[in-house]
């Protein structure tokens, strides 16, 4: 009898430490890191020129997943940051597109304007955002609530990045294009920390604004041929031309091609400029410091705006990466004389990948499609269908906005003219597939393109027509060569990496849903998921988990 009592208790102590061993202990900090517009295939592409402390570092000390998709088809930037914040798919989040049309009024509403809030230490009118049209909690909101102490912080060079990536509990930082300060605005506080005011105060961005885009290696060494402002010749390395900036600056609505503060979002300069408030914000808000685990997203923006203006194939956008590469290792050396061993958990992934560059002679099967030519000729059909007026109220992001207000006077059937024009749609050369809302709100597509698209419909803002475009084709738009939004591989196949001491380290090949990542890192955090996640645990970073 004493050697079954021995034994039991024996066992009981080794079913307690086996559990224990495999309950993780918290970490201090969880950082997301999220590269815009960054394809997969870059880390292959331009693997051998990284460095072995850079985005290698991550690769070969970490959890890296080399099939991680987004399974819908609006791939652009707001739509997958809220996948990446709340676990679920727009269907679920809500977050489309960062414009669409209010059924009720026909007016445009815009995912972060909110006329209620003013921007801080900024010129009237700027910086009037806030998180208010966000649907569901993130991240981020769940951990503010299950540790009142835990601190959230979300930093981008724009605006919409750094709103949906922080959500609604999240202190939140973008950069103001004009002035080149971080700015914020009152939804989020009374007033500008000091320690950001402090800051702003040093002008950082005006070191940067003459300098010039140097290679970062001989001309023989990128993988890329294809150049428009970088130039190998000694005396002209680097060199900006005037209608280079004069165009950047257009997009802010400034004329003068000296207004560089805007136009170094488009160069490398702009992620040096966030990584460097990023380890200024862990400084002093002394993220990672207690035993309550903090949340800091990172948006590197850059690498989007450099990619729609010079493509995939440029070697702007592969001179960003090796740039970037020398970004990630300088902050990873940080976070190692920060931080002790298992302290600090990061992600570095992507919000989608893009369309190869679209080149007007190029052999390979590709176009841009027109858009106003679209919405003329679809009013034109609709008139003849039914009544002549203006049937087109807007599009955004390949979905066409009917005046419903037109089709009720009339007294016509939503799902007919919806239907009608979907098929119409089909006729259209670059469009592959139509699908109404009322055809995605009423019926299931279990698979291939129609689960894509239907897992982007959002009844409440989502357009009455959805169509998508062929491989290869983008939106006609005179100051972009390259653009997401399909869904397609290049558009929804990104890098996902798990990094962290604590973690295991290994390469995994199967398909994951960039779902995933938020109850992923909730069960890191040992908090309960976002209210509207629907992805799982990925089991590779939390081993022995049910």
């Known amino acids: 009898m004493k050697s079954n009592i021995l034994s039991t208790i024996l066992l009981a102590l080794f079913c307690t430490g086996t559990a224990s061993a495999q309950q993780p202990t918290k970490p201090k900090l969880v950082?997301?890191?999220?590269?815009?517009?960054?394809?997969?295939?870059?880390?292959?592409?331009?693997?051998?020129?990284?460095?072995?402390?850079?985005?290698?570092?991550?690769?070969?000390?970490?959890?890296?997943?080399?099939?991680?998709?987004?399974?819908?088809?609006?791939?652009?930037?707001?739509?997958?940051?809220?996948?990446?914040?709340?676990?679920?798919?727009?269907?679920?989040?809500?977050?489309?597109?960062?414009?669409?049309?209010?059924?009720?009024?026909?007016?445009?509403?815009?995912?972060i304007?909110?006329?209620?809030?003013?921007?801080?230490?900024?010129?009237?009118?700027?910086?009037?955002?806030?998180?208010?049209?966000?649907?569901?909690?993130?991240?981020?909101?769940?951990?503010?609530?299950?540790?009142?102490?835990?601190?959230?912080?979300?930093?981008?060079?724009?605006?919409?990045?750094?709103?949906?990536?922080?959500?609604?509990?999240?202190?939140?930082?973008?950069?103001?294009?004009?002035?080149?300060?971080?700015?914020?605005?009152?939804?989020?506080?009374?007033?500008?920390?000091?320690?950001?005011?402090?800051?702003?105060?040093?002008?950082?961005?005006?070191?940067y604004m003459n300098r010039s885009w140097d290679p970062s290696k001989a001309e023989t060494a990128y993988k890329n041929s294809e150049r428009t402002v970088i130039d190998f010749t000694p005396e002209k390395q680097g060199f900006f031309s005037k209608p280079f900036f004069r165009k950047i600056g257009s997009l802010f609505k400034k004329e003068d091609?000296?207004?560089?503060?805007?136009?170094?979002?488009?160069?490398?300069?702009?992620?040096?400029l966030t990584s460097q408030f990023a380890r200024e914000a862990i400084i002093q808000e002394k993220l990672g410091r207690d035993d309550h685990t903090d949340l800091l997203t990172i948006v590197y923006d850059s690498p989007r705006l450099i990619g729609e203006q010079f493509g995939p194939r440029s070697m702007e956008v592969e001179d960003t990466y090796y740039k970037l590469d020398t970004e990630l290792s300088m902050f990873a050396d940080f976070l190692a004389a920060q931080f002790k061993n298992g302290e600090v958990i990061v992600v570095l992934t992507s919000d989608h990948g893009t369309s190869d560059t679209y080149k007007e002679d190029g052999r390979v099967p590709m176009g841009r499609f027109n858009v106003e030519q679209f919405k003329m000729i679809m009013n034109g059909f609709l008139?003849?269908?039914?009544?002549?007026?203006?049937?087109?109220?807007?599009?955004?992001?390949?979905?066409?906005?009917?005046?419903?207000?037109?089709?009720?006077?009339?007294?016509?059937?939503?799902?007919?003219?919806?239907?009608?024009?979907?098929?119409?749609?089909?006729?259209?050369?670059?469009?592959?597939?139509?699908?109404?809302?009322?055809?995605?709100?009423?019926?299931?597509?279990?698979?291939?393109?129609?689960?894509?698209?239907?897992?982007?419909?959002?009844?409440?803002?989502?357009?009455?027509?959805?169509?998508?475009?062929?491989p290869g084709w983008i939106e006609e738009d005179s100051t972009k060569v390259s653009t997401s939004g399909s869904l397609y591989d290049y558009d929804t196949h990104v890098p996902l990496i798990f990094y962290g001491t604590s973690l295991p380290v290994k390469k995994v090949y199967r398909n994951v849903s960039m779902t995933d990542v938020v109850p992923t890192l909730a069960r890191i955090m040992q908090i309960t998921v976002p209210n509207a996640a629907t992805g799982s645990v990925l089991t590779e970073v939390i081993p022995n988990q049910r």
């Open 257 to 272: 091609y000296s207004f560089n503060a805007a136009a170094l979002l488009y160069t490398p300069y702009g992620n040096t």
């Open 31 to 111: 950082i997301n890191i999220v590269i815009s517009q960054m394809r997969a295939d870059y880390l292959d592409r331009f693997g051998d020129n990284f460095s072995s402390d850079g985005f290698r570092r991550f690769i070969n000390h970490g959890v890296y997943y080399t099939n991680a998709h987004y399974d819908y088809m609006q791939t652009n930037t707001a739509a997958g940051l809220a996948t990446l914040t709340t676990g679920t798919n727009p269907s679920g989040h809500g977050v489309v597109s960062e414009n669409w049309i209010d059924f009720t009024t026909g007016k445009q509403i815009n995912l």
């Open 383 to 470: 008139s003849a269908q039914f009544e002549p007026a203006n049937w087109i109220i807007a599009y955004h992001d390949r979905q066409l906005y009917l005046n419903r207000s037109i089709i009720y006077s009339y007294g016509f059937n939503l799902a007919e003219v919806q239907t009608r024009a979907a098929t119409f749609a089909l006729q259209f050369r670059g469009v592959s597939d139509a699908l109404s809302s009322t055809s995605m709100q009423n019926g299931y597509f279990g698979g291939g393109v129609g689960q894509k698209m239907q897992n982007s419909f959002y009844p409440k803002r989502s357009g009455d027509i959805v169509i998508n475009l062929m």
């Open 113 to 207: 304007a909110d006329s209620k809030v003013t921007g801080l230490e900024c010129d009237a009118g700027i910086g009037c955002y806030s998180p208010a049209n966000l649907t569901v909690a993130t991240l981020g909101d769940r951990l503010k609530e299950f540790d009142s102490q835990s601190k959230v912080i979300s930093i981008a060079a724009t605006p919409v990045s750094a709103i949906v990536g922080g959500g609604y509990s999240a202190d939140t930082y973008w950069l103001d294009a004009g002035r080149g300060h971080w700015i914020s605005s009152t939804y989020y506080f009374k007033q500008l920390p000091r320690w950001v005011t402090a800051y702003n105060a040093q002008n950082v961005f005006e070191q």
